[in-house]
């Protein structure tokens, strides 16, 4: 089930721009329209690209930490340095956010 609640999500800056798969060239801008699969490769919804920002670690903006779904700058944090352990995260480690929109969810 898609809980509608997430708007925001964040990549080091060298994973965004990173191409994957066999379409994907590794970057969405502002007014594309992005299809979100599951981890077992079937289509869940369609997102549109309202955002793309970079930010510094030590300076996370309230919109992308709650657009994330945590309750603080410091929660997203901390999970960040759980979740990506191969980085040194630092306040001058950048990300690359991109803020988005659902535009509709597919029902399996």
């Known amino acids: 089930m898609i809980a509608r609640r997430k708007t925001v999500t964040a990549d080091t800056v060298e994973d965004y721009y990173k191409p994957y798969g066999e379409y994907g060239d590794g970057s969405y801008e502002a007014g594309d329209l992005?299809?979100?699969?599951?981890l077992k490769q079937r289509l869940r919804c369609l997102i549109r690209a309202v955002d793309v920002q970079t930010i510094r670690f030590g300076d996370i903006p309230e919109a992308v930490?709650?657009?994330?779904?945590?309750?603080?700058?410091?929660?997203?944090?901390?999970?960040?340095?759980?979740?990506?352990?191969?980085?040194r995260l630092h306040d001058d480690f950048e990300?690359?956010?991109?803020?988005?929109?659902l535009v509709d969810v597919i029902e399996r």
């Open 34 to 38: 992005i299809e979100v699969y599951d």
């Open 65 to 87: 930490w709650r657009g994330e779904g945590f309750a603080s700058a410091r929660e997203f944090q901390d999970v960040h340095v759980r979740c990506l352990p191969q980085y």
């Open 95 to 101: 990300f690359v956010t991109l803020h988005f929109e």
